[in-house]
């Protein structure tokens, strides 16, 4: 206690030394908790279901085609008849529909799920029940279970929801449950209905219309599960050819949800850590530059018989109380960073609502500053304790074996802290270069000055082919009336938005081989203006004319990659056809390549017109001049034609494109964030450190002065002395680099993780830097008084 009252005294006595500290450990301690909290909502805390680490996705593999896939129906259904290691196997089917009523439509995520979901998963709806067997049965499937954030939103917590009935695409379902408000399904699902498998299912090789995960068995492990469902899918490859050539992974369940940001955050957090430790050596430099101010309090105190372990323990209880303030205004700043981190991620990252400031969060942040405390506050205690006494008590100079200690260390503050932020820039430096390669990438349409909106033809109303082509065709033409339009587009999807529909094929010169050894394209169903409307090109033949209707000669469009890739780029006139449908099409057109990632390989592309077949949405691109059209006036003619239709998605196309590279965009703005910090605080350092340097060398300048020294030579030796602990801390940072540039390698795209140009400039930046940081001090060294020095000798 005596201790902790001085060094609260010692404290009172600096304020601008406290503040400095404080302000420069809440920074680093805020945002490494920040981070943190992300990271433990994310992949550390455990999915919200009982005994969550026993759940199991399935995929199935087929490489290069399909190194990832969903596993076929038939599959399935082996596997939950044969299997031993999973006490349920579940499979579920994503969705969206309108939902209609009293209130203006909207939108859901929905979620086909089998009647095992809920006892899967062991949770229970908070109200009502899940599903049985019989719900699952076609004609028997008129039942839902809402989400709790549905529920409040929509019904208001209604407690009278359970049996009442709700419209989704006009049809009515029953609300049978609800679930907790914890309850998440990983996907964002609002509502659950019953997966109805069509018929055939059980014997069905190649259709993959639903994910498939199960809970093992308490006996059971990964490995176990792994060779037992891969022998009974290798069984069933024996007895059909369907099946061969696809193999099984099984992937934890938390795993498979936060794969695609695993390394981001894994990056991120090590970038935190070096922010911090870059705070840590600033603060430990300021320490040891204000115990040379104490030095004659030490020597005293030891003259006293104060040994040097109470004297390191009395320093180091100041730079605890130091930690622990820092902490607590950390906490502050970790507060206020979780819900800006949040707020920046973007709508898809994974387990986002689970990310908290929680006791957790807390504990971490008590710990990293009693940790900090410890790494800032043990080395300058341990050389402070390290006096001359009767040199310092005669009123002597320094100790030259002190001030080699001091020199080395100020020395490997420099070097760690160019290092460190020659890492974190080269971090932010590739990931920007690769945002600007993003943003050059030709999608194959142009984005701007175009609108998407979505909008479902549910078989409920729209049974029939001829009735979603009477009612897409009215919408389009609507639309296409609207000031400002020059081109209305349809499509079941668009590039960047979400949907899509692949299609086995073959070709005339393609003997008839097993549906797995065909080639897959993905495959749009488009209305005659849909390339005019997204300005994709057609470089031979001819698009899609108002006389290709469905009584008309069957013809398709494929893209360039298609043609060069089965036709040698010959393809007008012959002929192609989806498998098992056998519905030969004669190609009329050749059109360019379309990307539907910024950062993917072209695909094979093939386009029918949606006047022969059809598909249970439509997204509509809307083409139109500088005057921009109002996302209103869009919503008004589709409300006009439809009053109970739902109208979704209604953005500009480049919004979609956008929000296809916004993880890049996230990892980038914080990589550059923490980045930039670590720089400032890097300059501060190298300022900090040249400067005390100066001020403890000022006899030895004054002496070479005297001596017949110029001042160009006291400020050339200075900046020598600098630029060597900035040429180390580069070429050590560059051997850092090189390893974290390895963890980002799949974030980057269009340059290499040795990228000379990103390398050489952050160099040259941390060169100019340094060097800047370095100047200011050294041409003070010039302005020393040669006399009040000497004379003080």
């Known amino acids: 206690m005596h201790d902790l009252r001085f060094a609260f005294r010692q404290l009172v006595k600096a304020p601008g030394f406290t503040l400095a500290v404080l302000l420069t450990l809440a920074g680093g301690i805020g945002a490494c908790v920040a981070i943190f909290s992300v990271v433990s909502g994310v992949l550390l805390r455990p999915l919200p279901y009982p005994e969550s680490d026993r759940l199991v996705v399935i995929r199935e593999t087929n490489p290069p085609r399909f190194p990832e896939f969903r596993p076929s129906a038939a599959h399935y259904f082996e596997w939950q008849e044969a299997t031993t290691q999973f006490e349920q196997l579940v499979a579920v089917r994503a969705g969206s529909r309108s939902l209609t009523g009293s209130a203006e439509p909207i939108r859901v995520r929905t979620l086909g799920v089998t009647p095992n979901y809920f006892t899967a998963l062991r949770t229970p709806p908070e109200r009502g029940r899940g599903f049985a067997a019989d719900d699952a049965l076609r004609g028997n499937d008129g039942v839902v279970v809402l989400s709790h954030g549905l529920w409040q939103r929509r019904f208001g917590g209604r407690p009278d929801i359970l049996e009442q009935t709700i419209q989704l695409d006009e049809h009515a379902f029953r609300v049978i449950g609800v679930m907790p408000e914890a309850f998440e399904s990983g996907d964002r699902s609002e509502v659950f209905t019953p997966l109805v498998w069509p018929e055939g299912a059980a014997h069905d090789h190649v259709s993959r219309i639903a994910d498939v995960f199960g809970r093992l068995r308490p006996s059971a492990s990964l490995e176990s599960a792994q060779r037992e469902v891969a022998r009974l899918s290798e069984q069933m490859a024996e007895q059909n050819p369907d099946s061969k050539g696809w193999g099984v992974k099984l992937v934890p369940m938390l795993e498979f949800r936060v794969k695609g940001v695993r390394a981001i955050l894994i990056s991120l957090l090590g970038a935190v850590a070096f922010l911090l430790l870059i705070a840590c050596t600033n603060v430990a430099n300021l320490l040891l530059a204000r115990a040379t101010t104490r030095t004659k309090e030490i020597a005293t105190r030891t003259a006293l018989g104060a040994s040097r372990g109470r004297i390191v323990r009395q320093l180091l209880v100041e730079a605890i109380v130091l930690a622990g303030l820092g902490g607590l205004l950390g906490l502050l700043v970790a507060h206020w960073g979780v819900g800006v981190l949040t707020s920046l991620a973007p709508d898809d990252f994974p387990r986002r609502s689970e990310v908290a ?23 300058p205690a341990i050389q402070t304790a390290r006096v001359d006494v009767n040199e310092l008590l005669k009123g002597g100079g320094r100790g030259a074996s002190a001030t080699r200690r001091s020199r080395t260390w100020r020395g490997t503050v420099v070097v760690v802290q160019v290092a460190v932020t020659l890492m974190l820039l080269v971090g932010a430096g590739l990931l920007m270069r690769t945002f600007a390669e993003l943003e050059k ?16 033809l549910p078989k409920e109303r729209f049974a029939t082919h001829e009735q979603r082509v009477v009612f897409t065709e009215r919408i389009a033409h609507r639309l296409a009336a609207l000031p400002g339009v020059r081109a209305v587009g349809a499509s079941q999807f668009v590039p960047f938005t979400p949907g899509g529909d692949y299609t086995y094929f073959r070709t005339d010169a393609q003997s008839a081989t097993r549906t797995a050894e065909l080639p897959a394209t993905s495959t749009f169903y488009i209305s005659p203006d849909y390339f005019k409307a997204m300005h994709i090109p057609v470089i031979h033949g001819r698009p899609f004319e108002s006389f290709d209707t469905a009584n008309a000669a069957h013809v398709a469009i494929i893209n360039e990659t298609m043609a060069k890739t089965h036709f040698g780029g010959n393809a007008l006139g012959k002929r192609i056809t989806g498998v098992p449908n056998e519905d030969w099409r004669e190609i009329v057109g050749v059109v360019g390549d379309v990307k539907q990632e910024l950062d993917g390989a072209a695909e094979m592309q093939l386009y029918e017109p949606f006047t022969q077949i059809s598909a249970g949405v439509a997204v509509f691109v809307i083409r139109h001049d500088d005057a921009t059209v109002r996302p209103d006036a869009v919503r008004s003619v589709i409300y006009e034609i439809d009053k109970n239709q739902s109208v979704d998605s209604l953005k500009p196309l480049p919004d979609w494109v956008a929000e296809s590279i916004s993880g890049q965009r996230f990892a980038m703005l914080l990589f550059g964030v923490f980045s930039g910090a670590a720089l400032l605080l890097s300059v501060v350092g190298v300022y900090g450190v040249t400067g005390y340097a100066v001020t403890q060398r000022e006899r030895e300048f004054s002496i070479r002065s005297a001596l017949g020294a110029q001042t160009r030579d006291i400020v050339r030796l200075v900046l020598l002395q600098s630029g060597k602990l900035i040429a180390v801390g580069v070429a050590t940072g560059l051997v850092g680099a090189f390893a974290l540039a390895r963890l980002l390698d799949p974030f980057l795209f269009g340059i290499s993780r040795y990228d ?38």
């Open 357 to 379: 400031f929680d006791l957790r969060t807390v504990a971490f942040a008590l710990a990293l500053s009693l940790l900090t405390g410890l790494i800032f506050g043990l080395a």
């Open 441 to 456: 990438v030709n999608p194959g349409f142009e984005p701007r000055g175009a609108l998407a909106v979505r909008v479902s």
């Open 756 to 793: 000379p140009l990103t390398y050489g400039g952050i160099v040259l930046l941390l060169i100019v830097v340094g060097g800047v940081a370095a100047l200011v001090p050294a041409l003070r060294a010039r302005r020393v008084d040669l006399m009040s020095v000497l004379r003080a000798e």
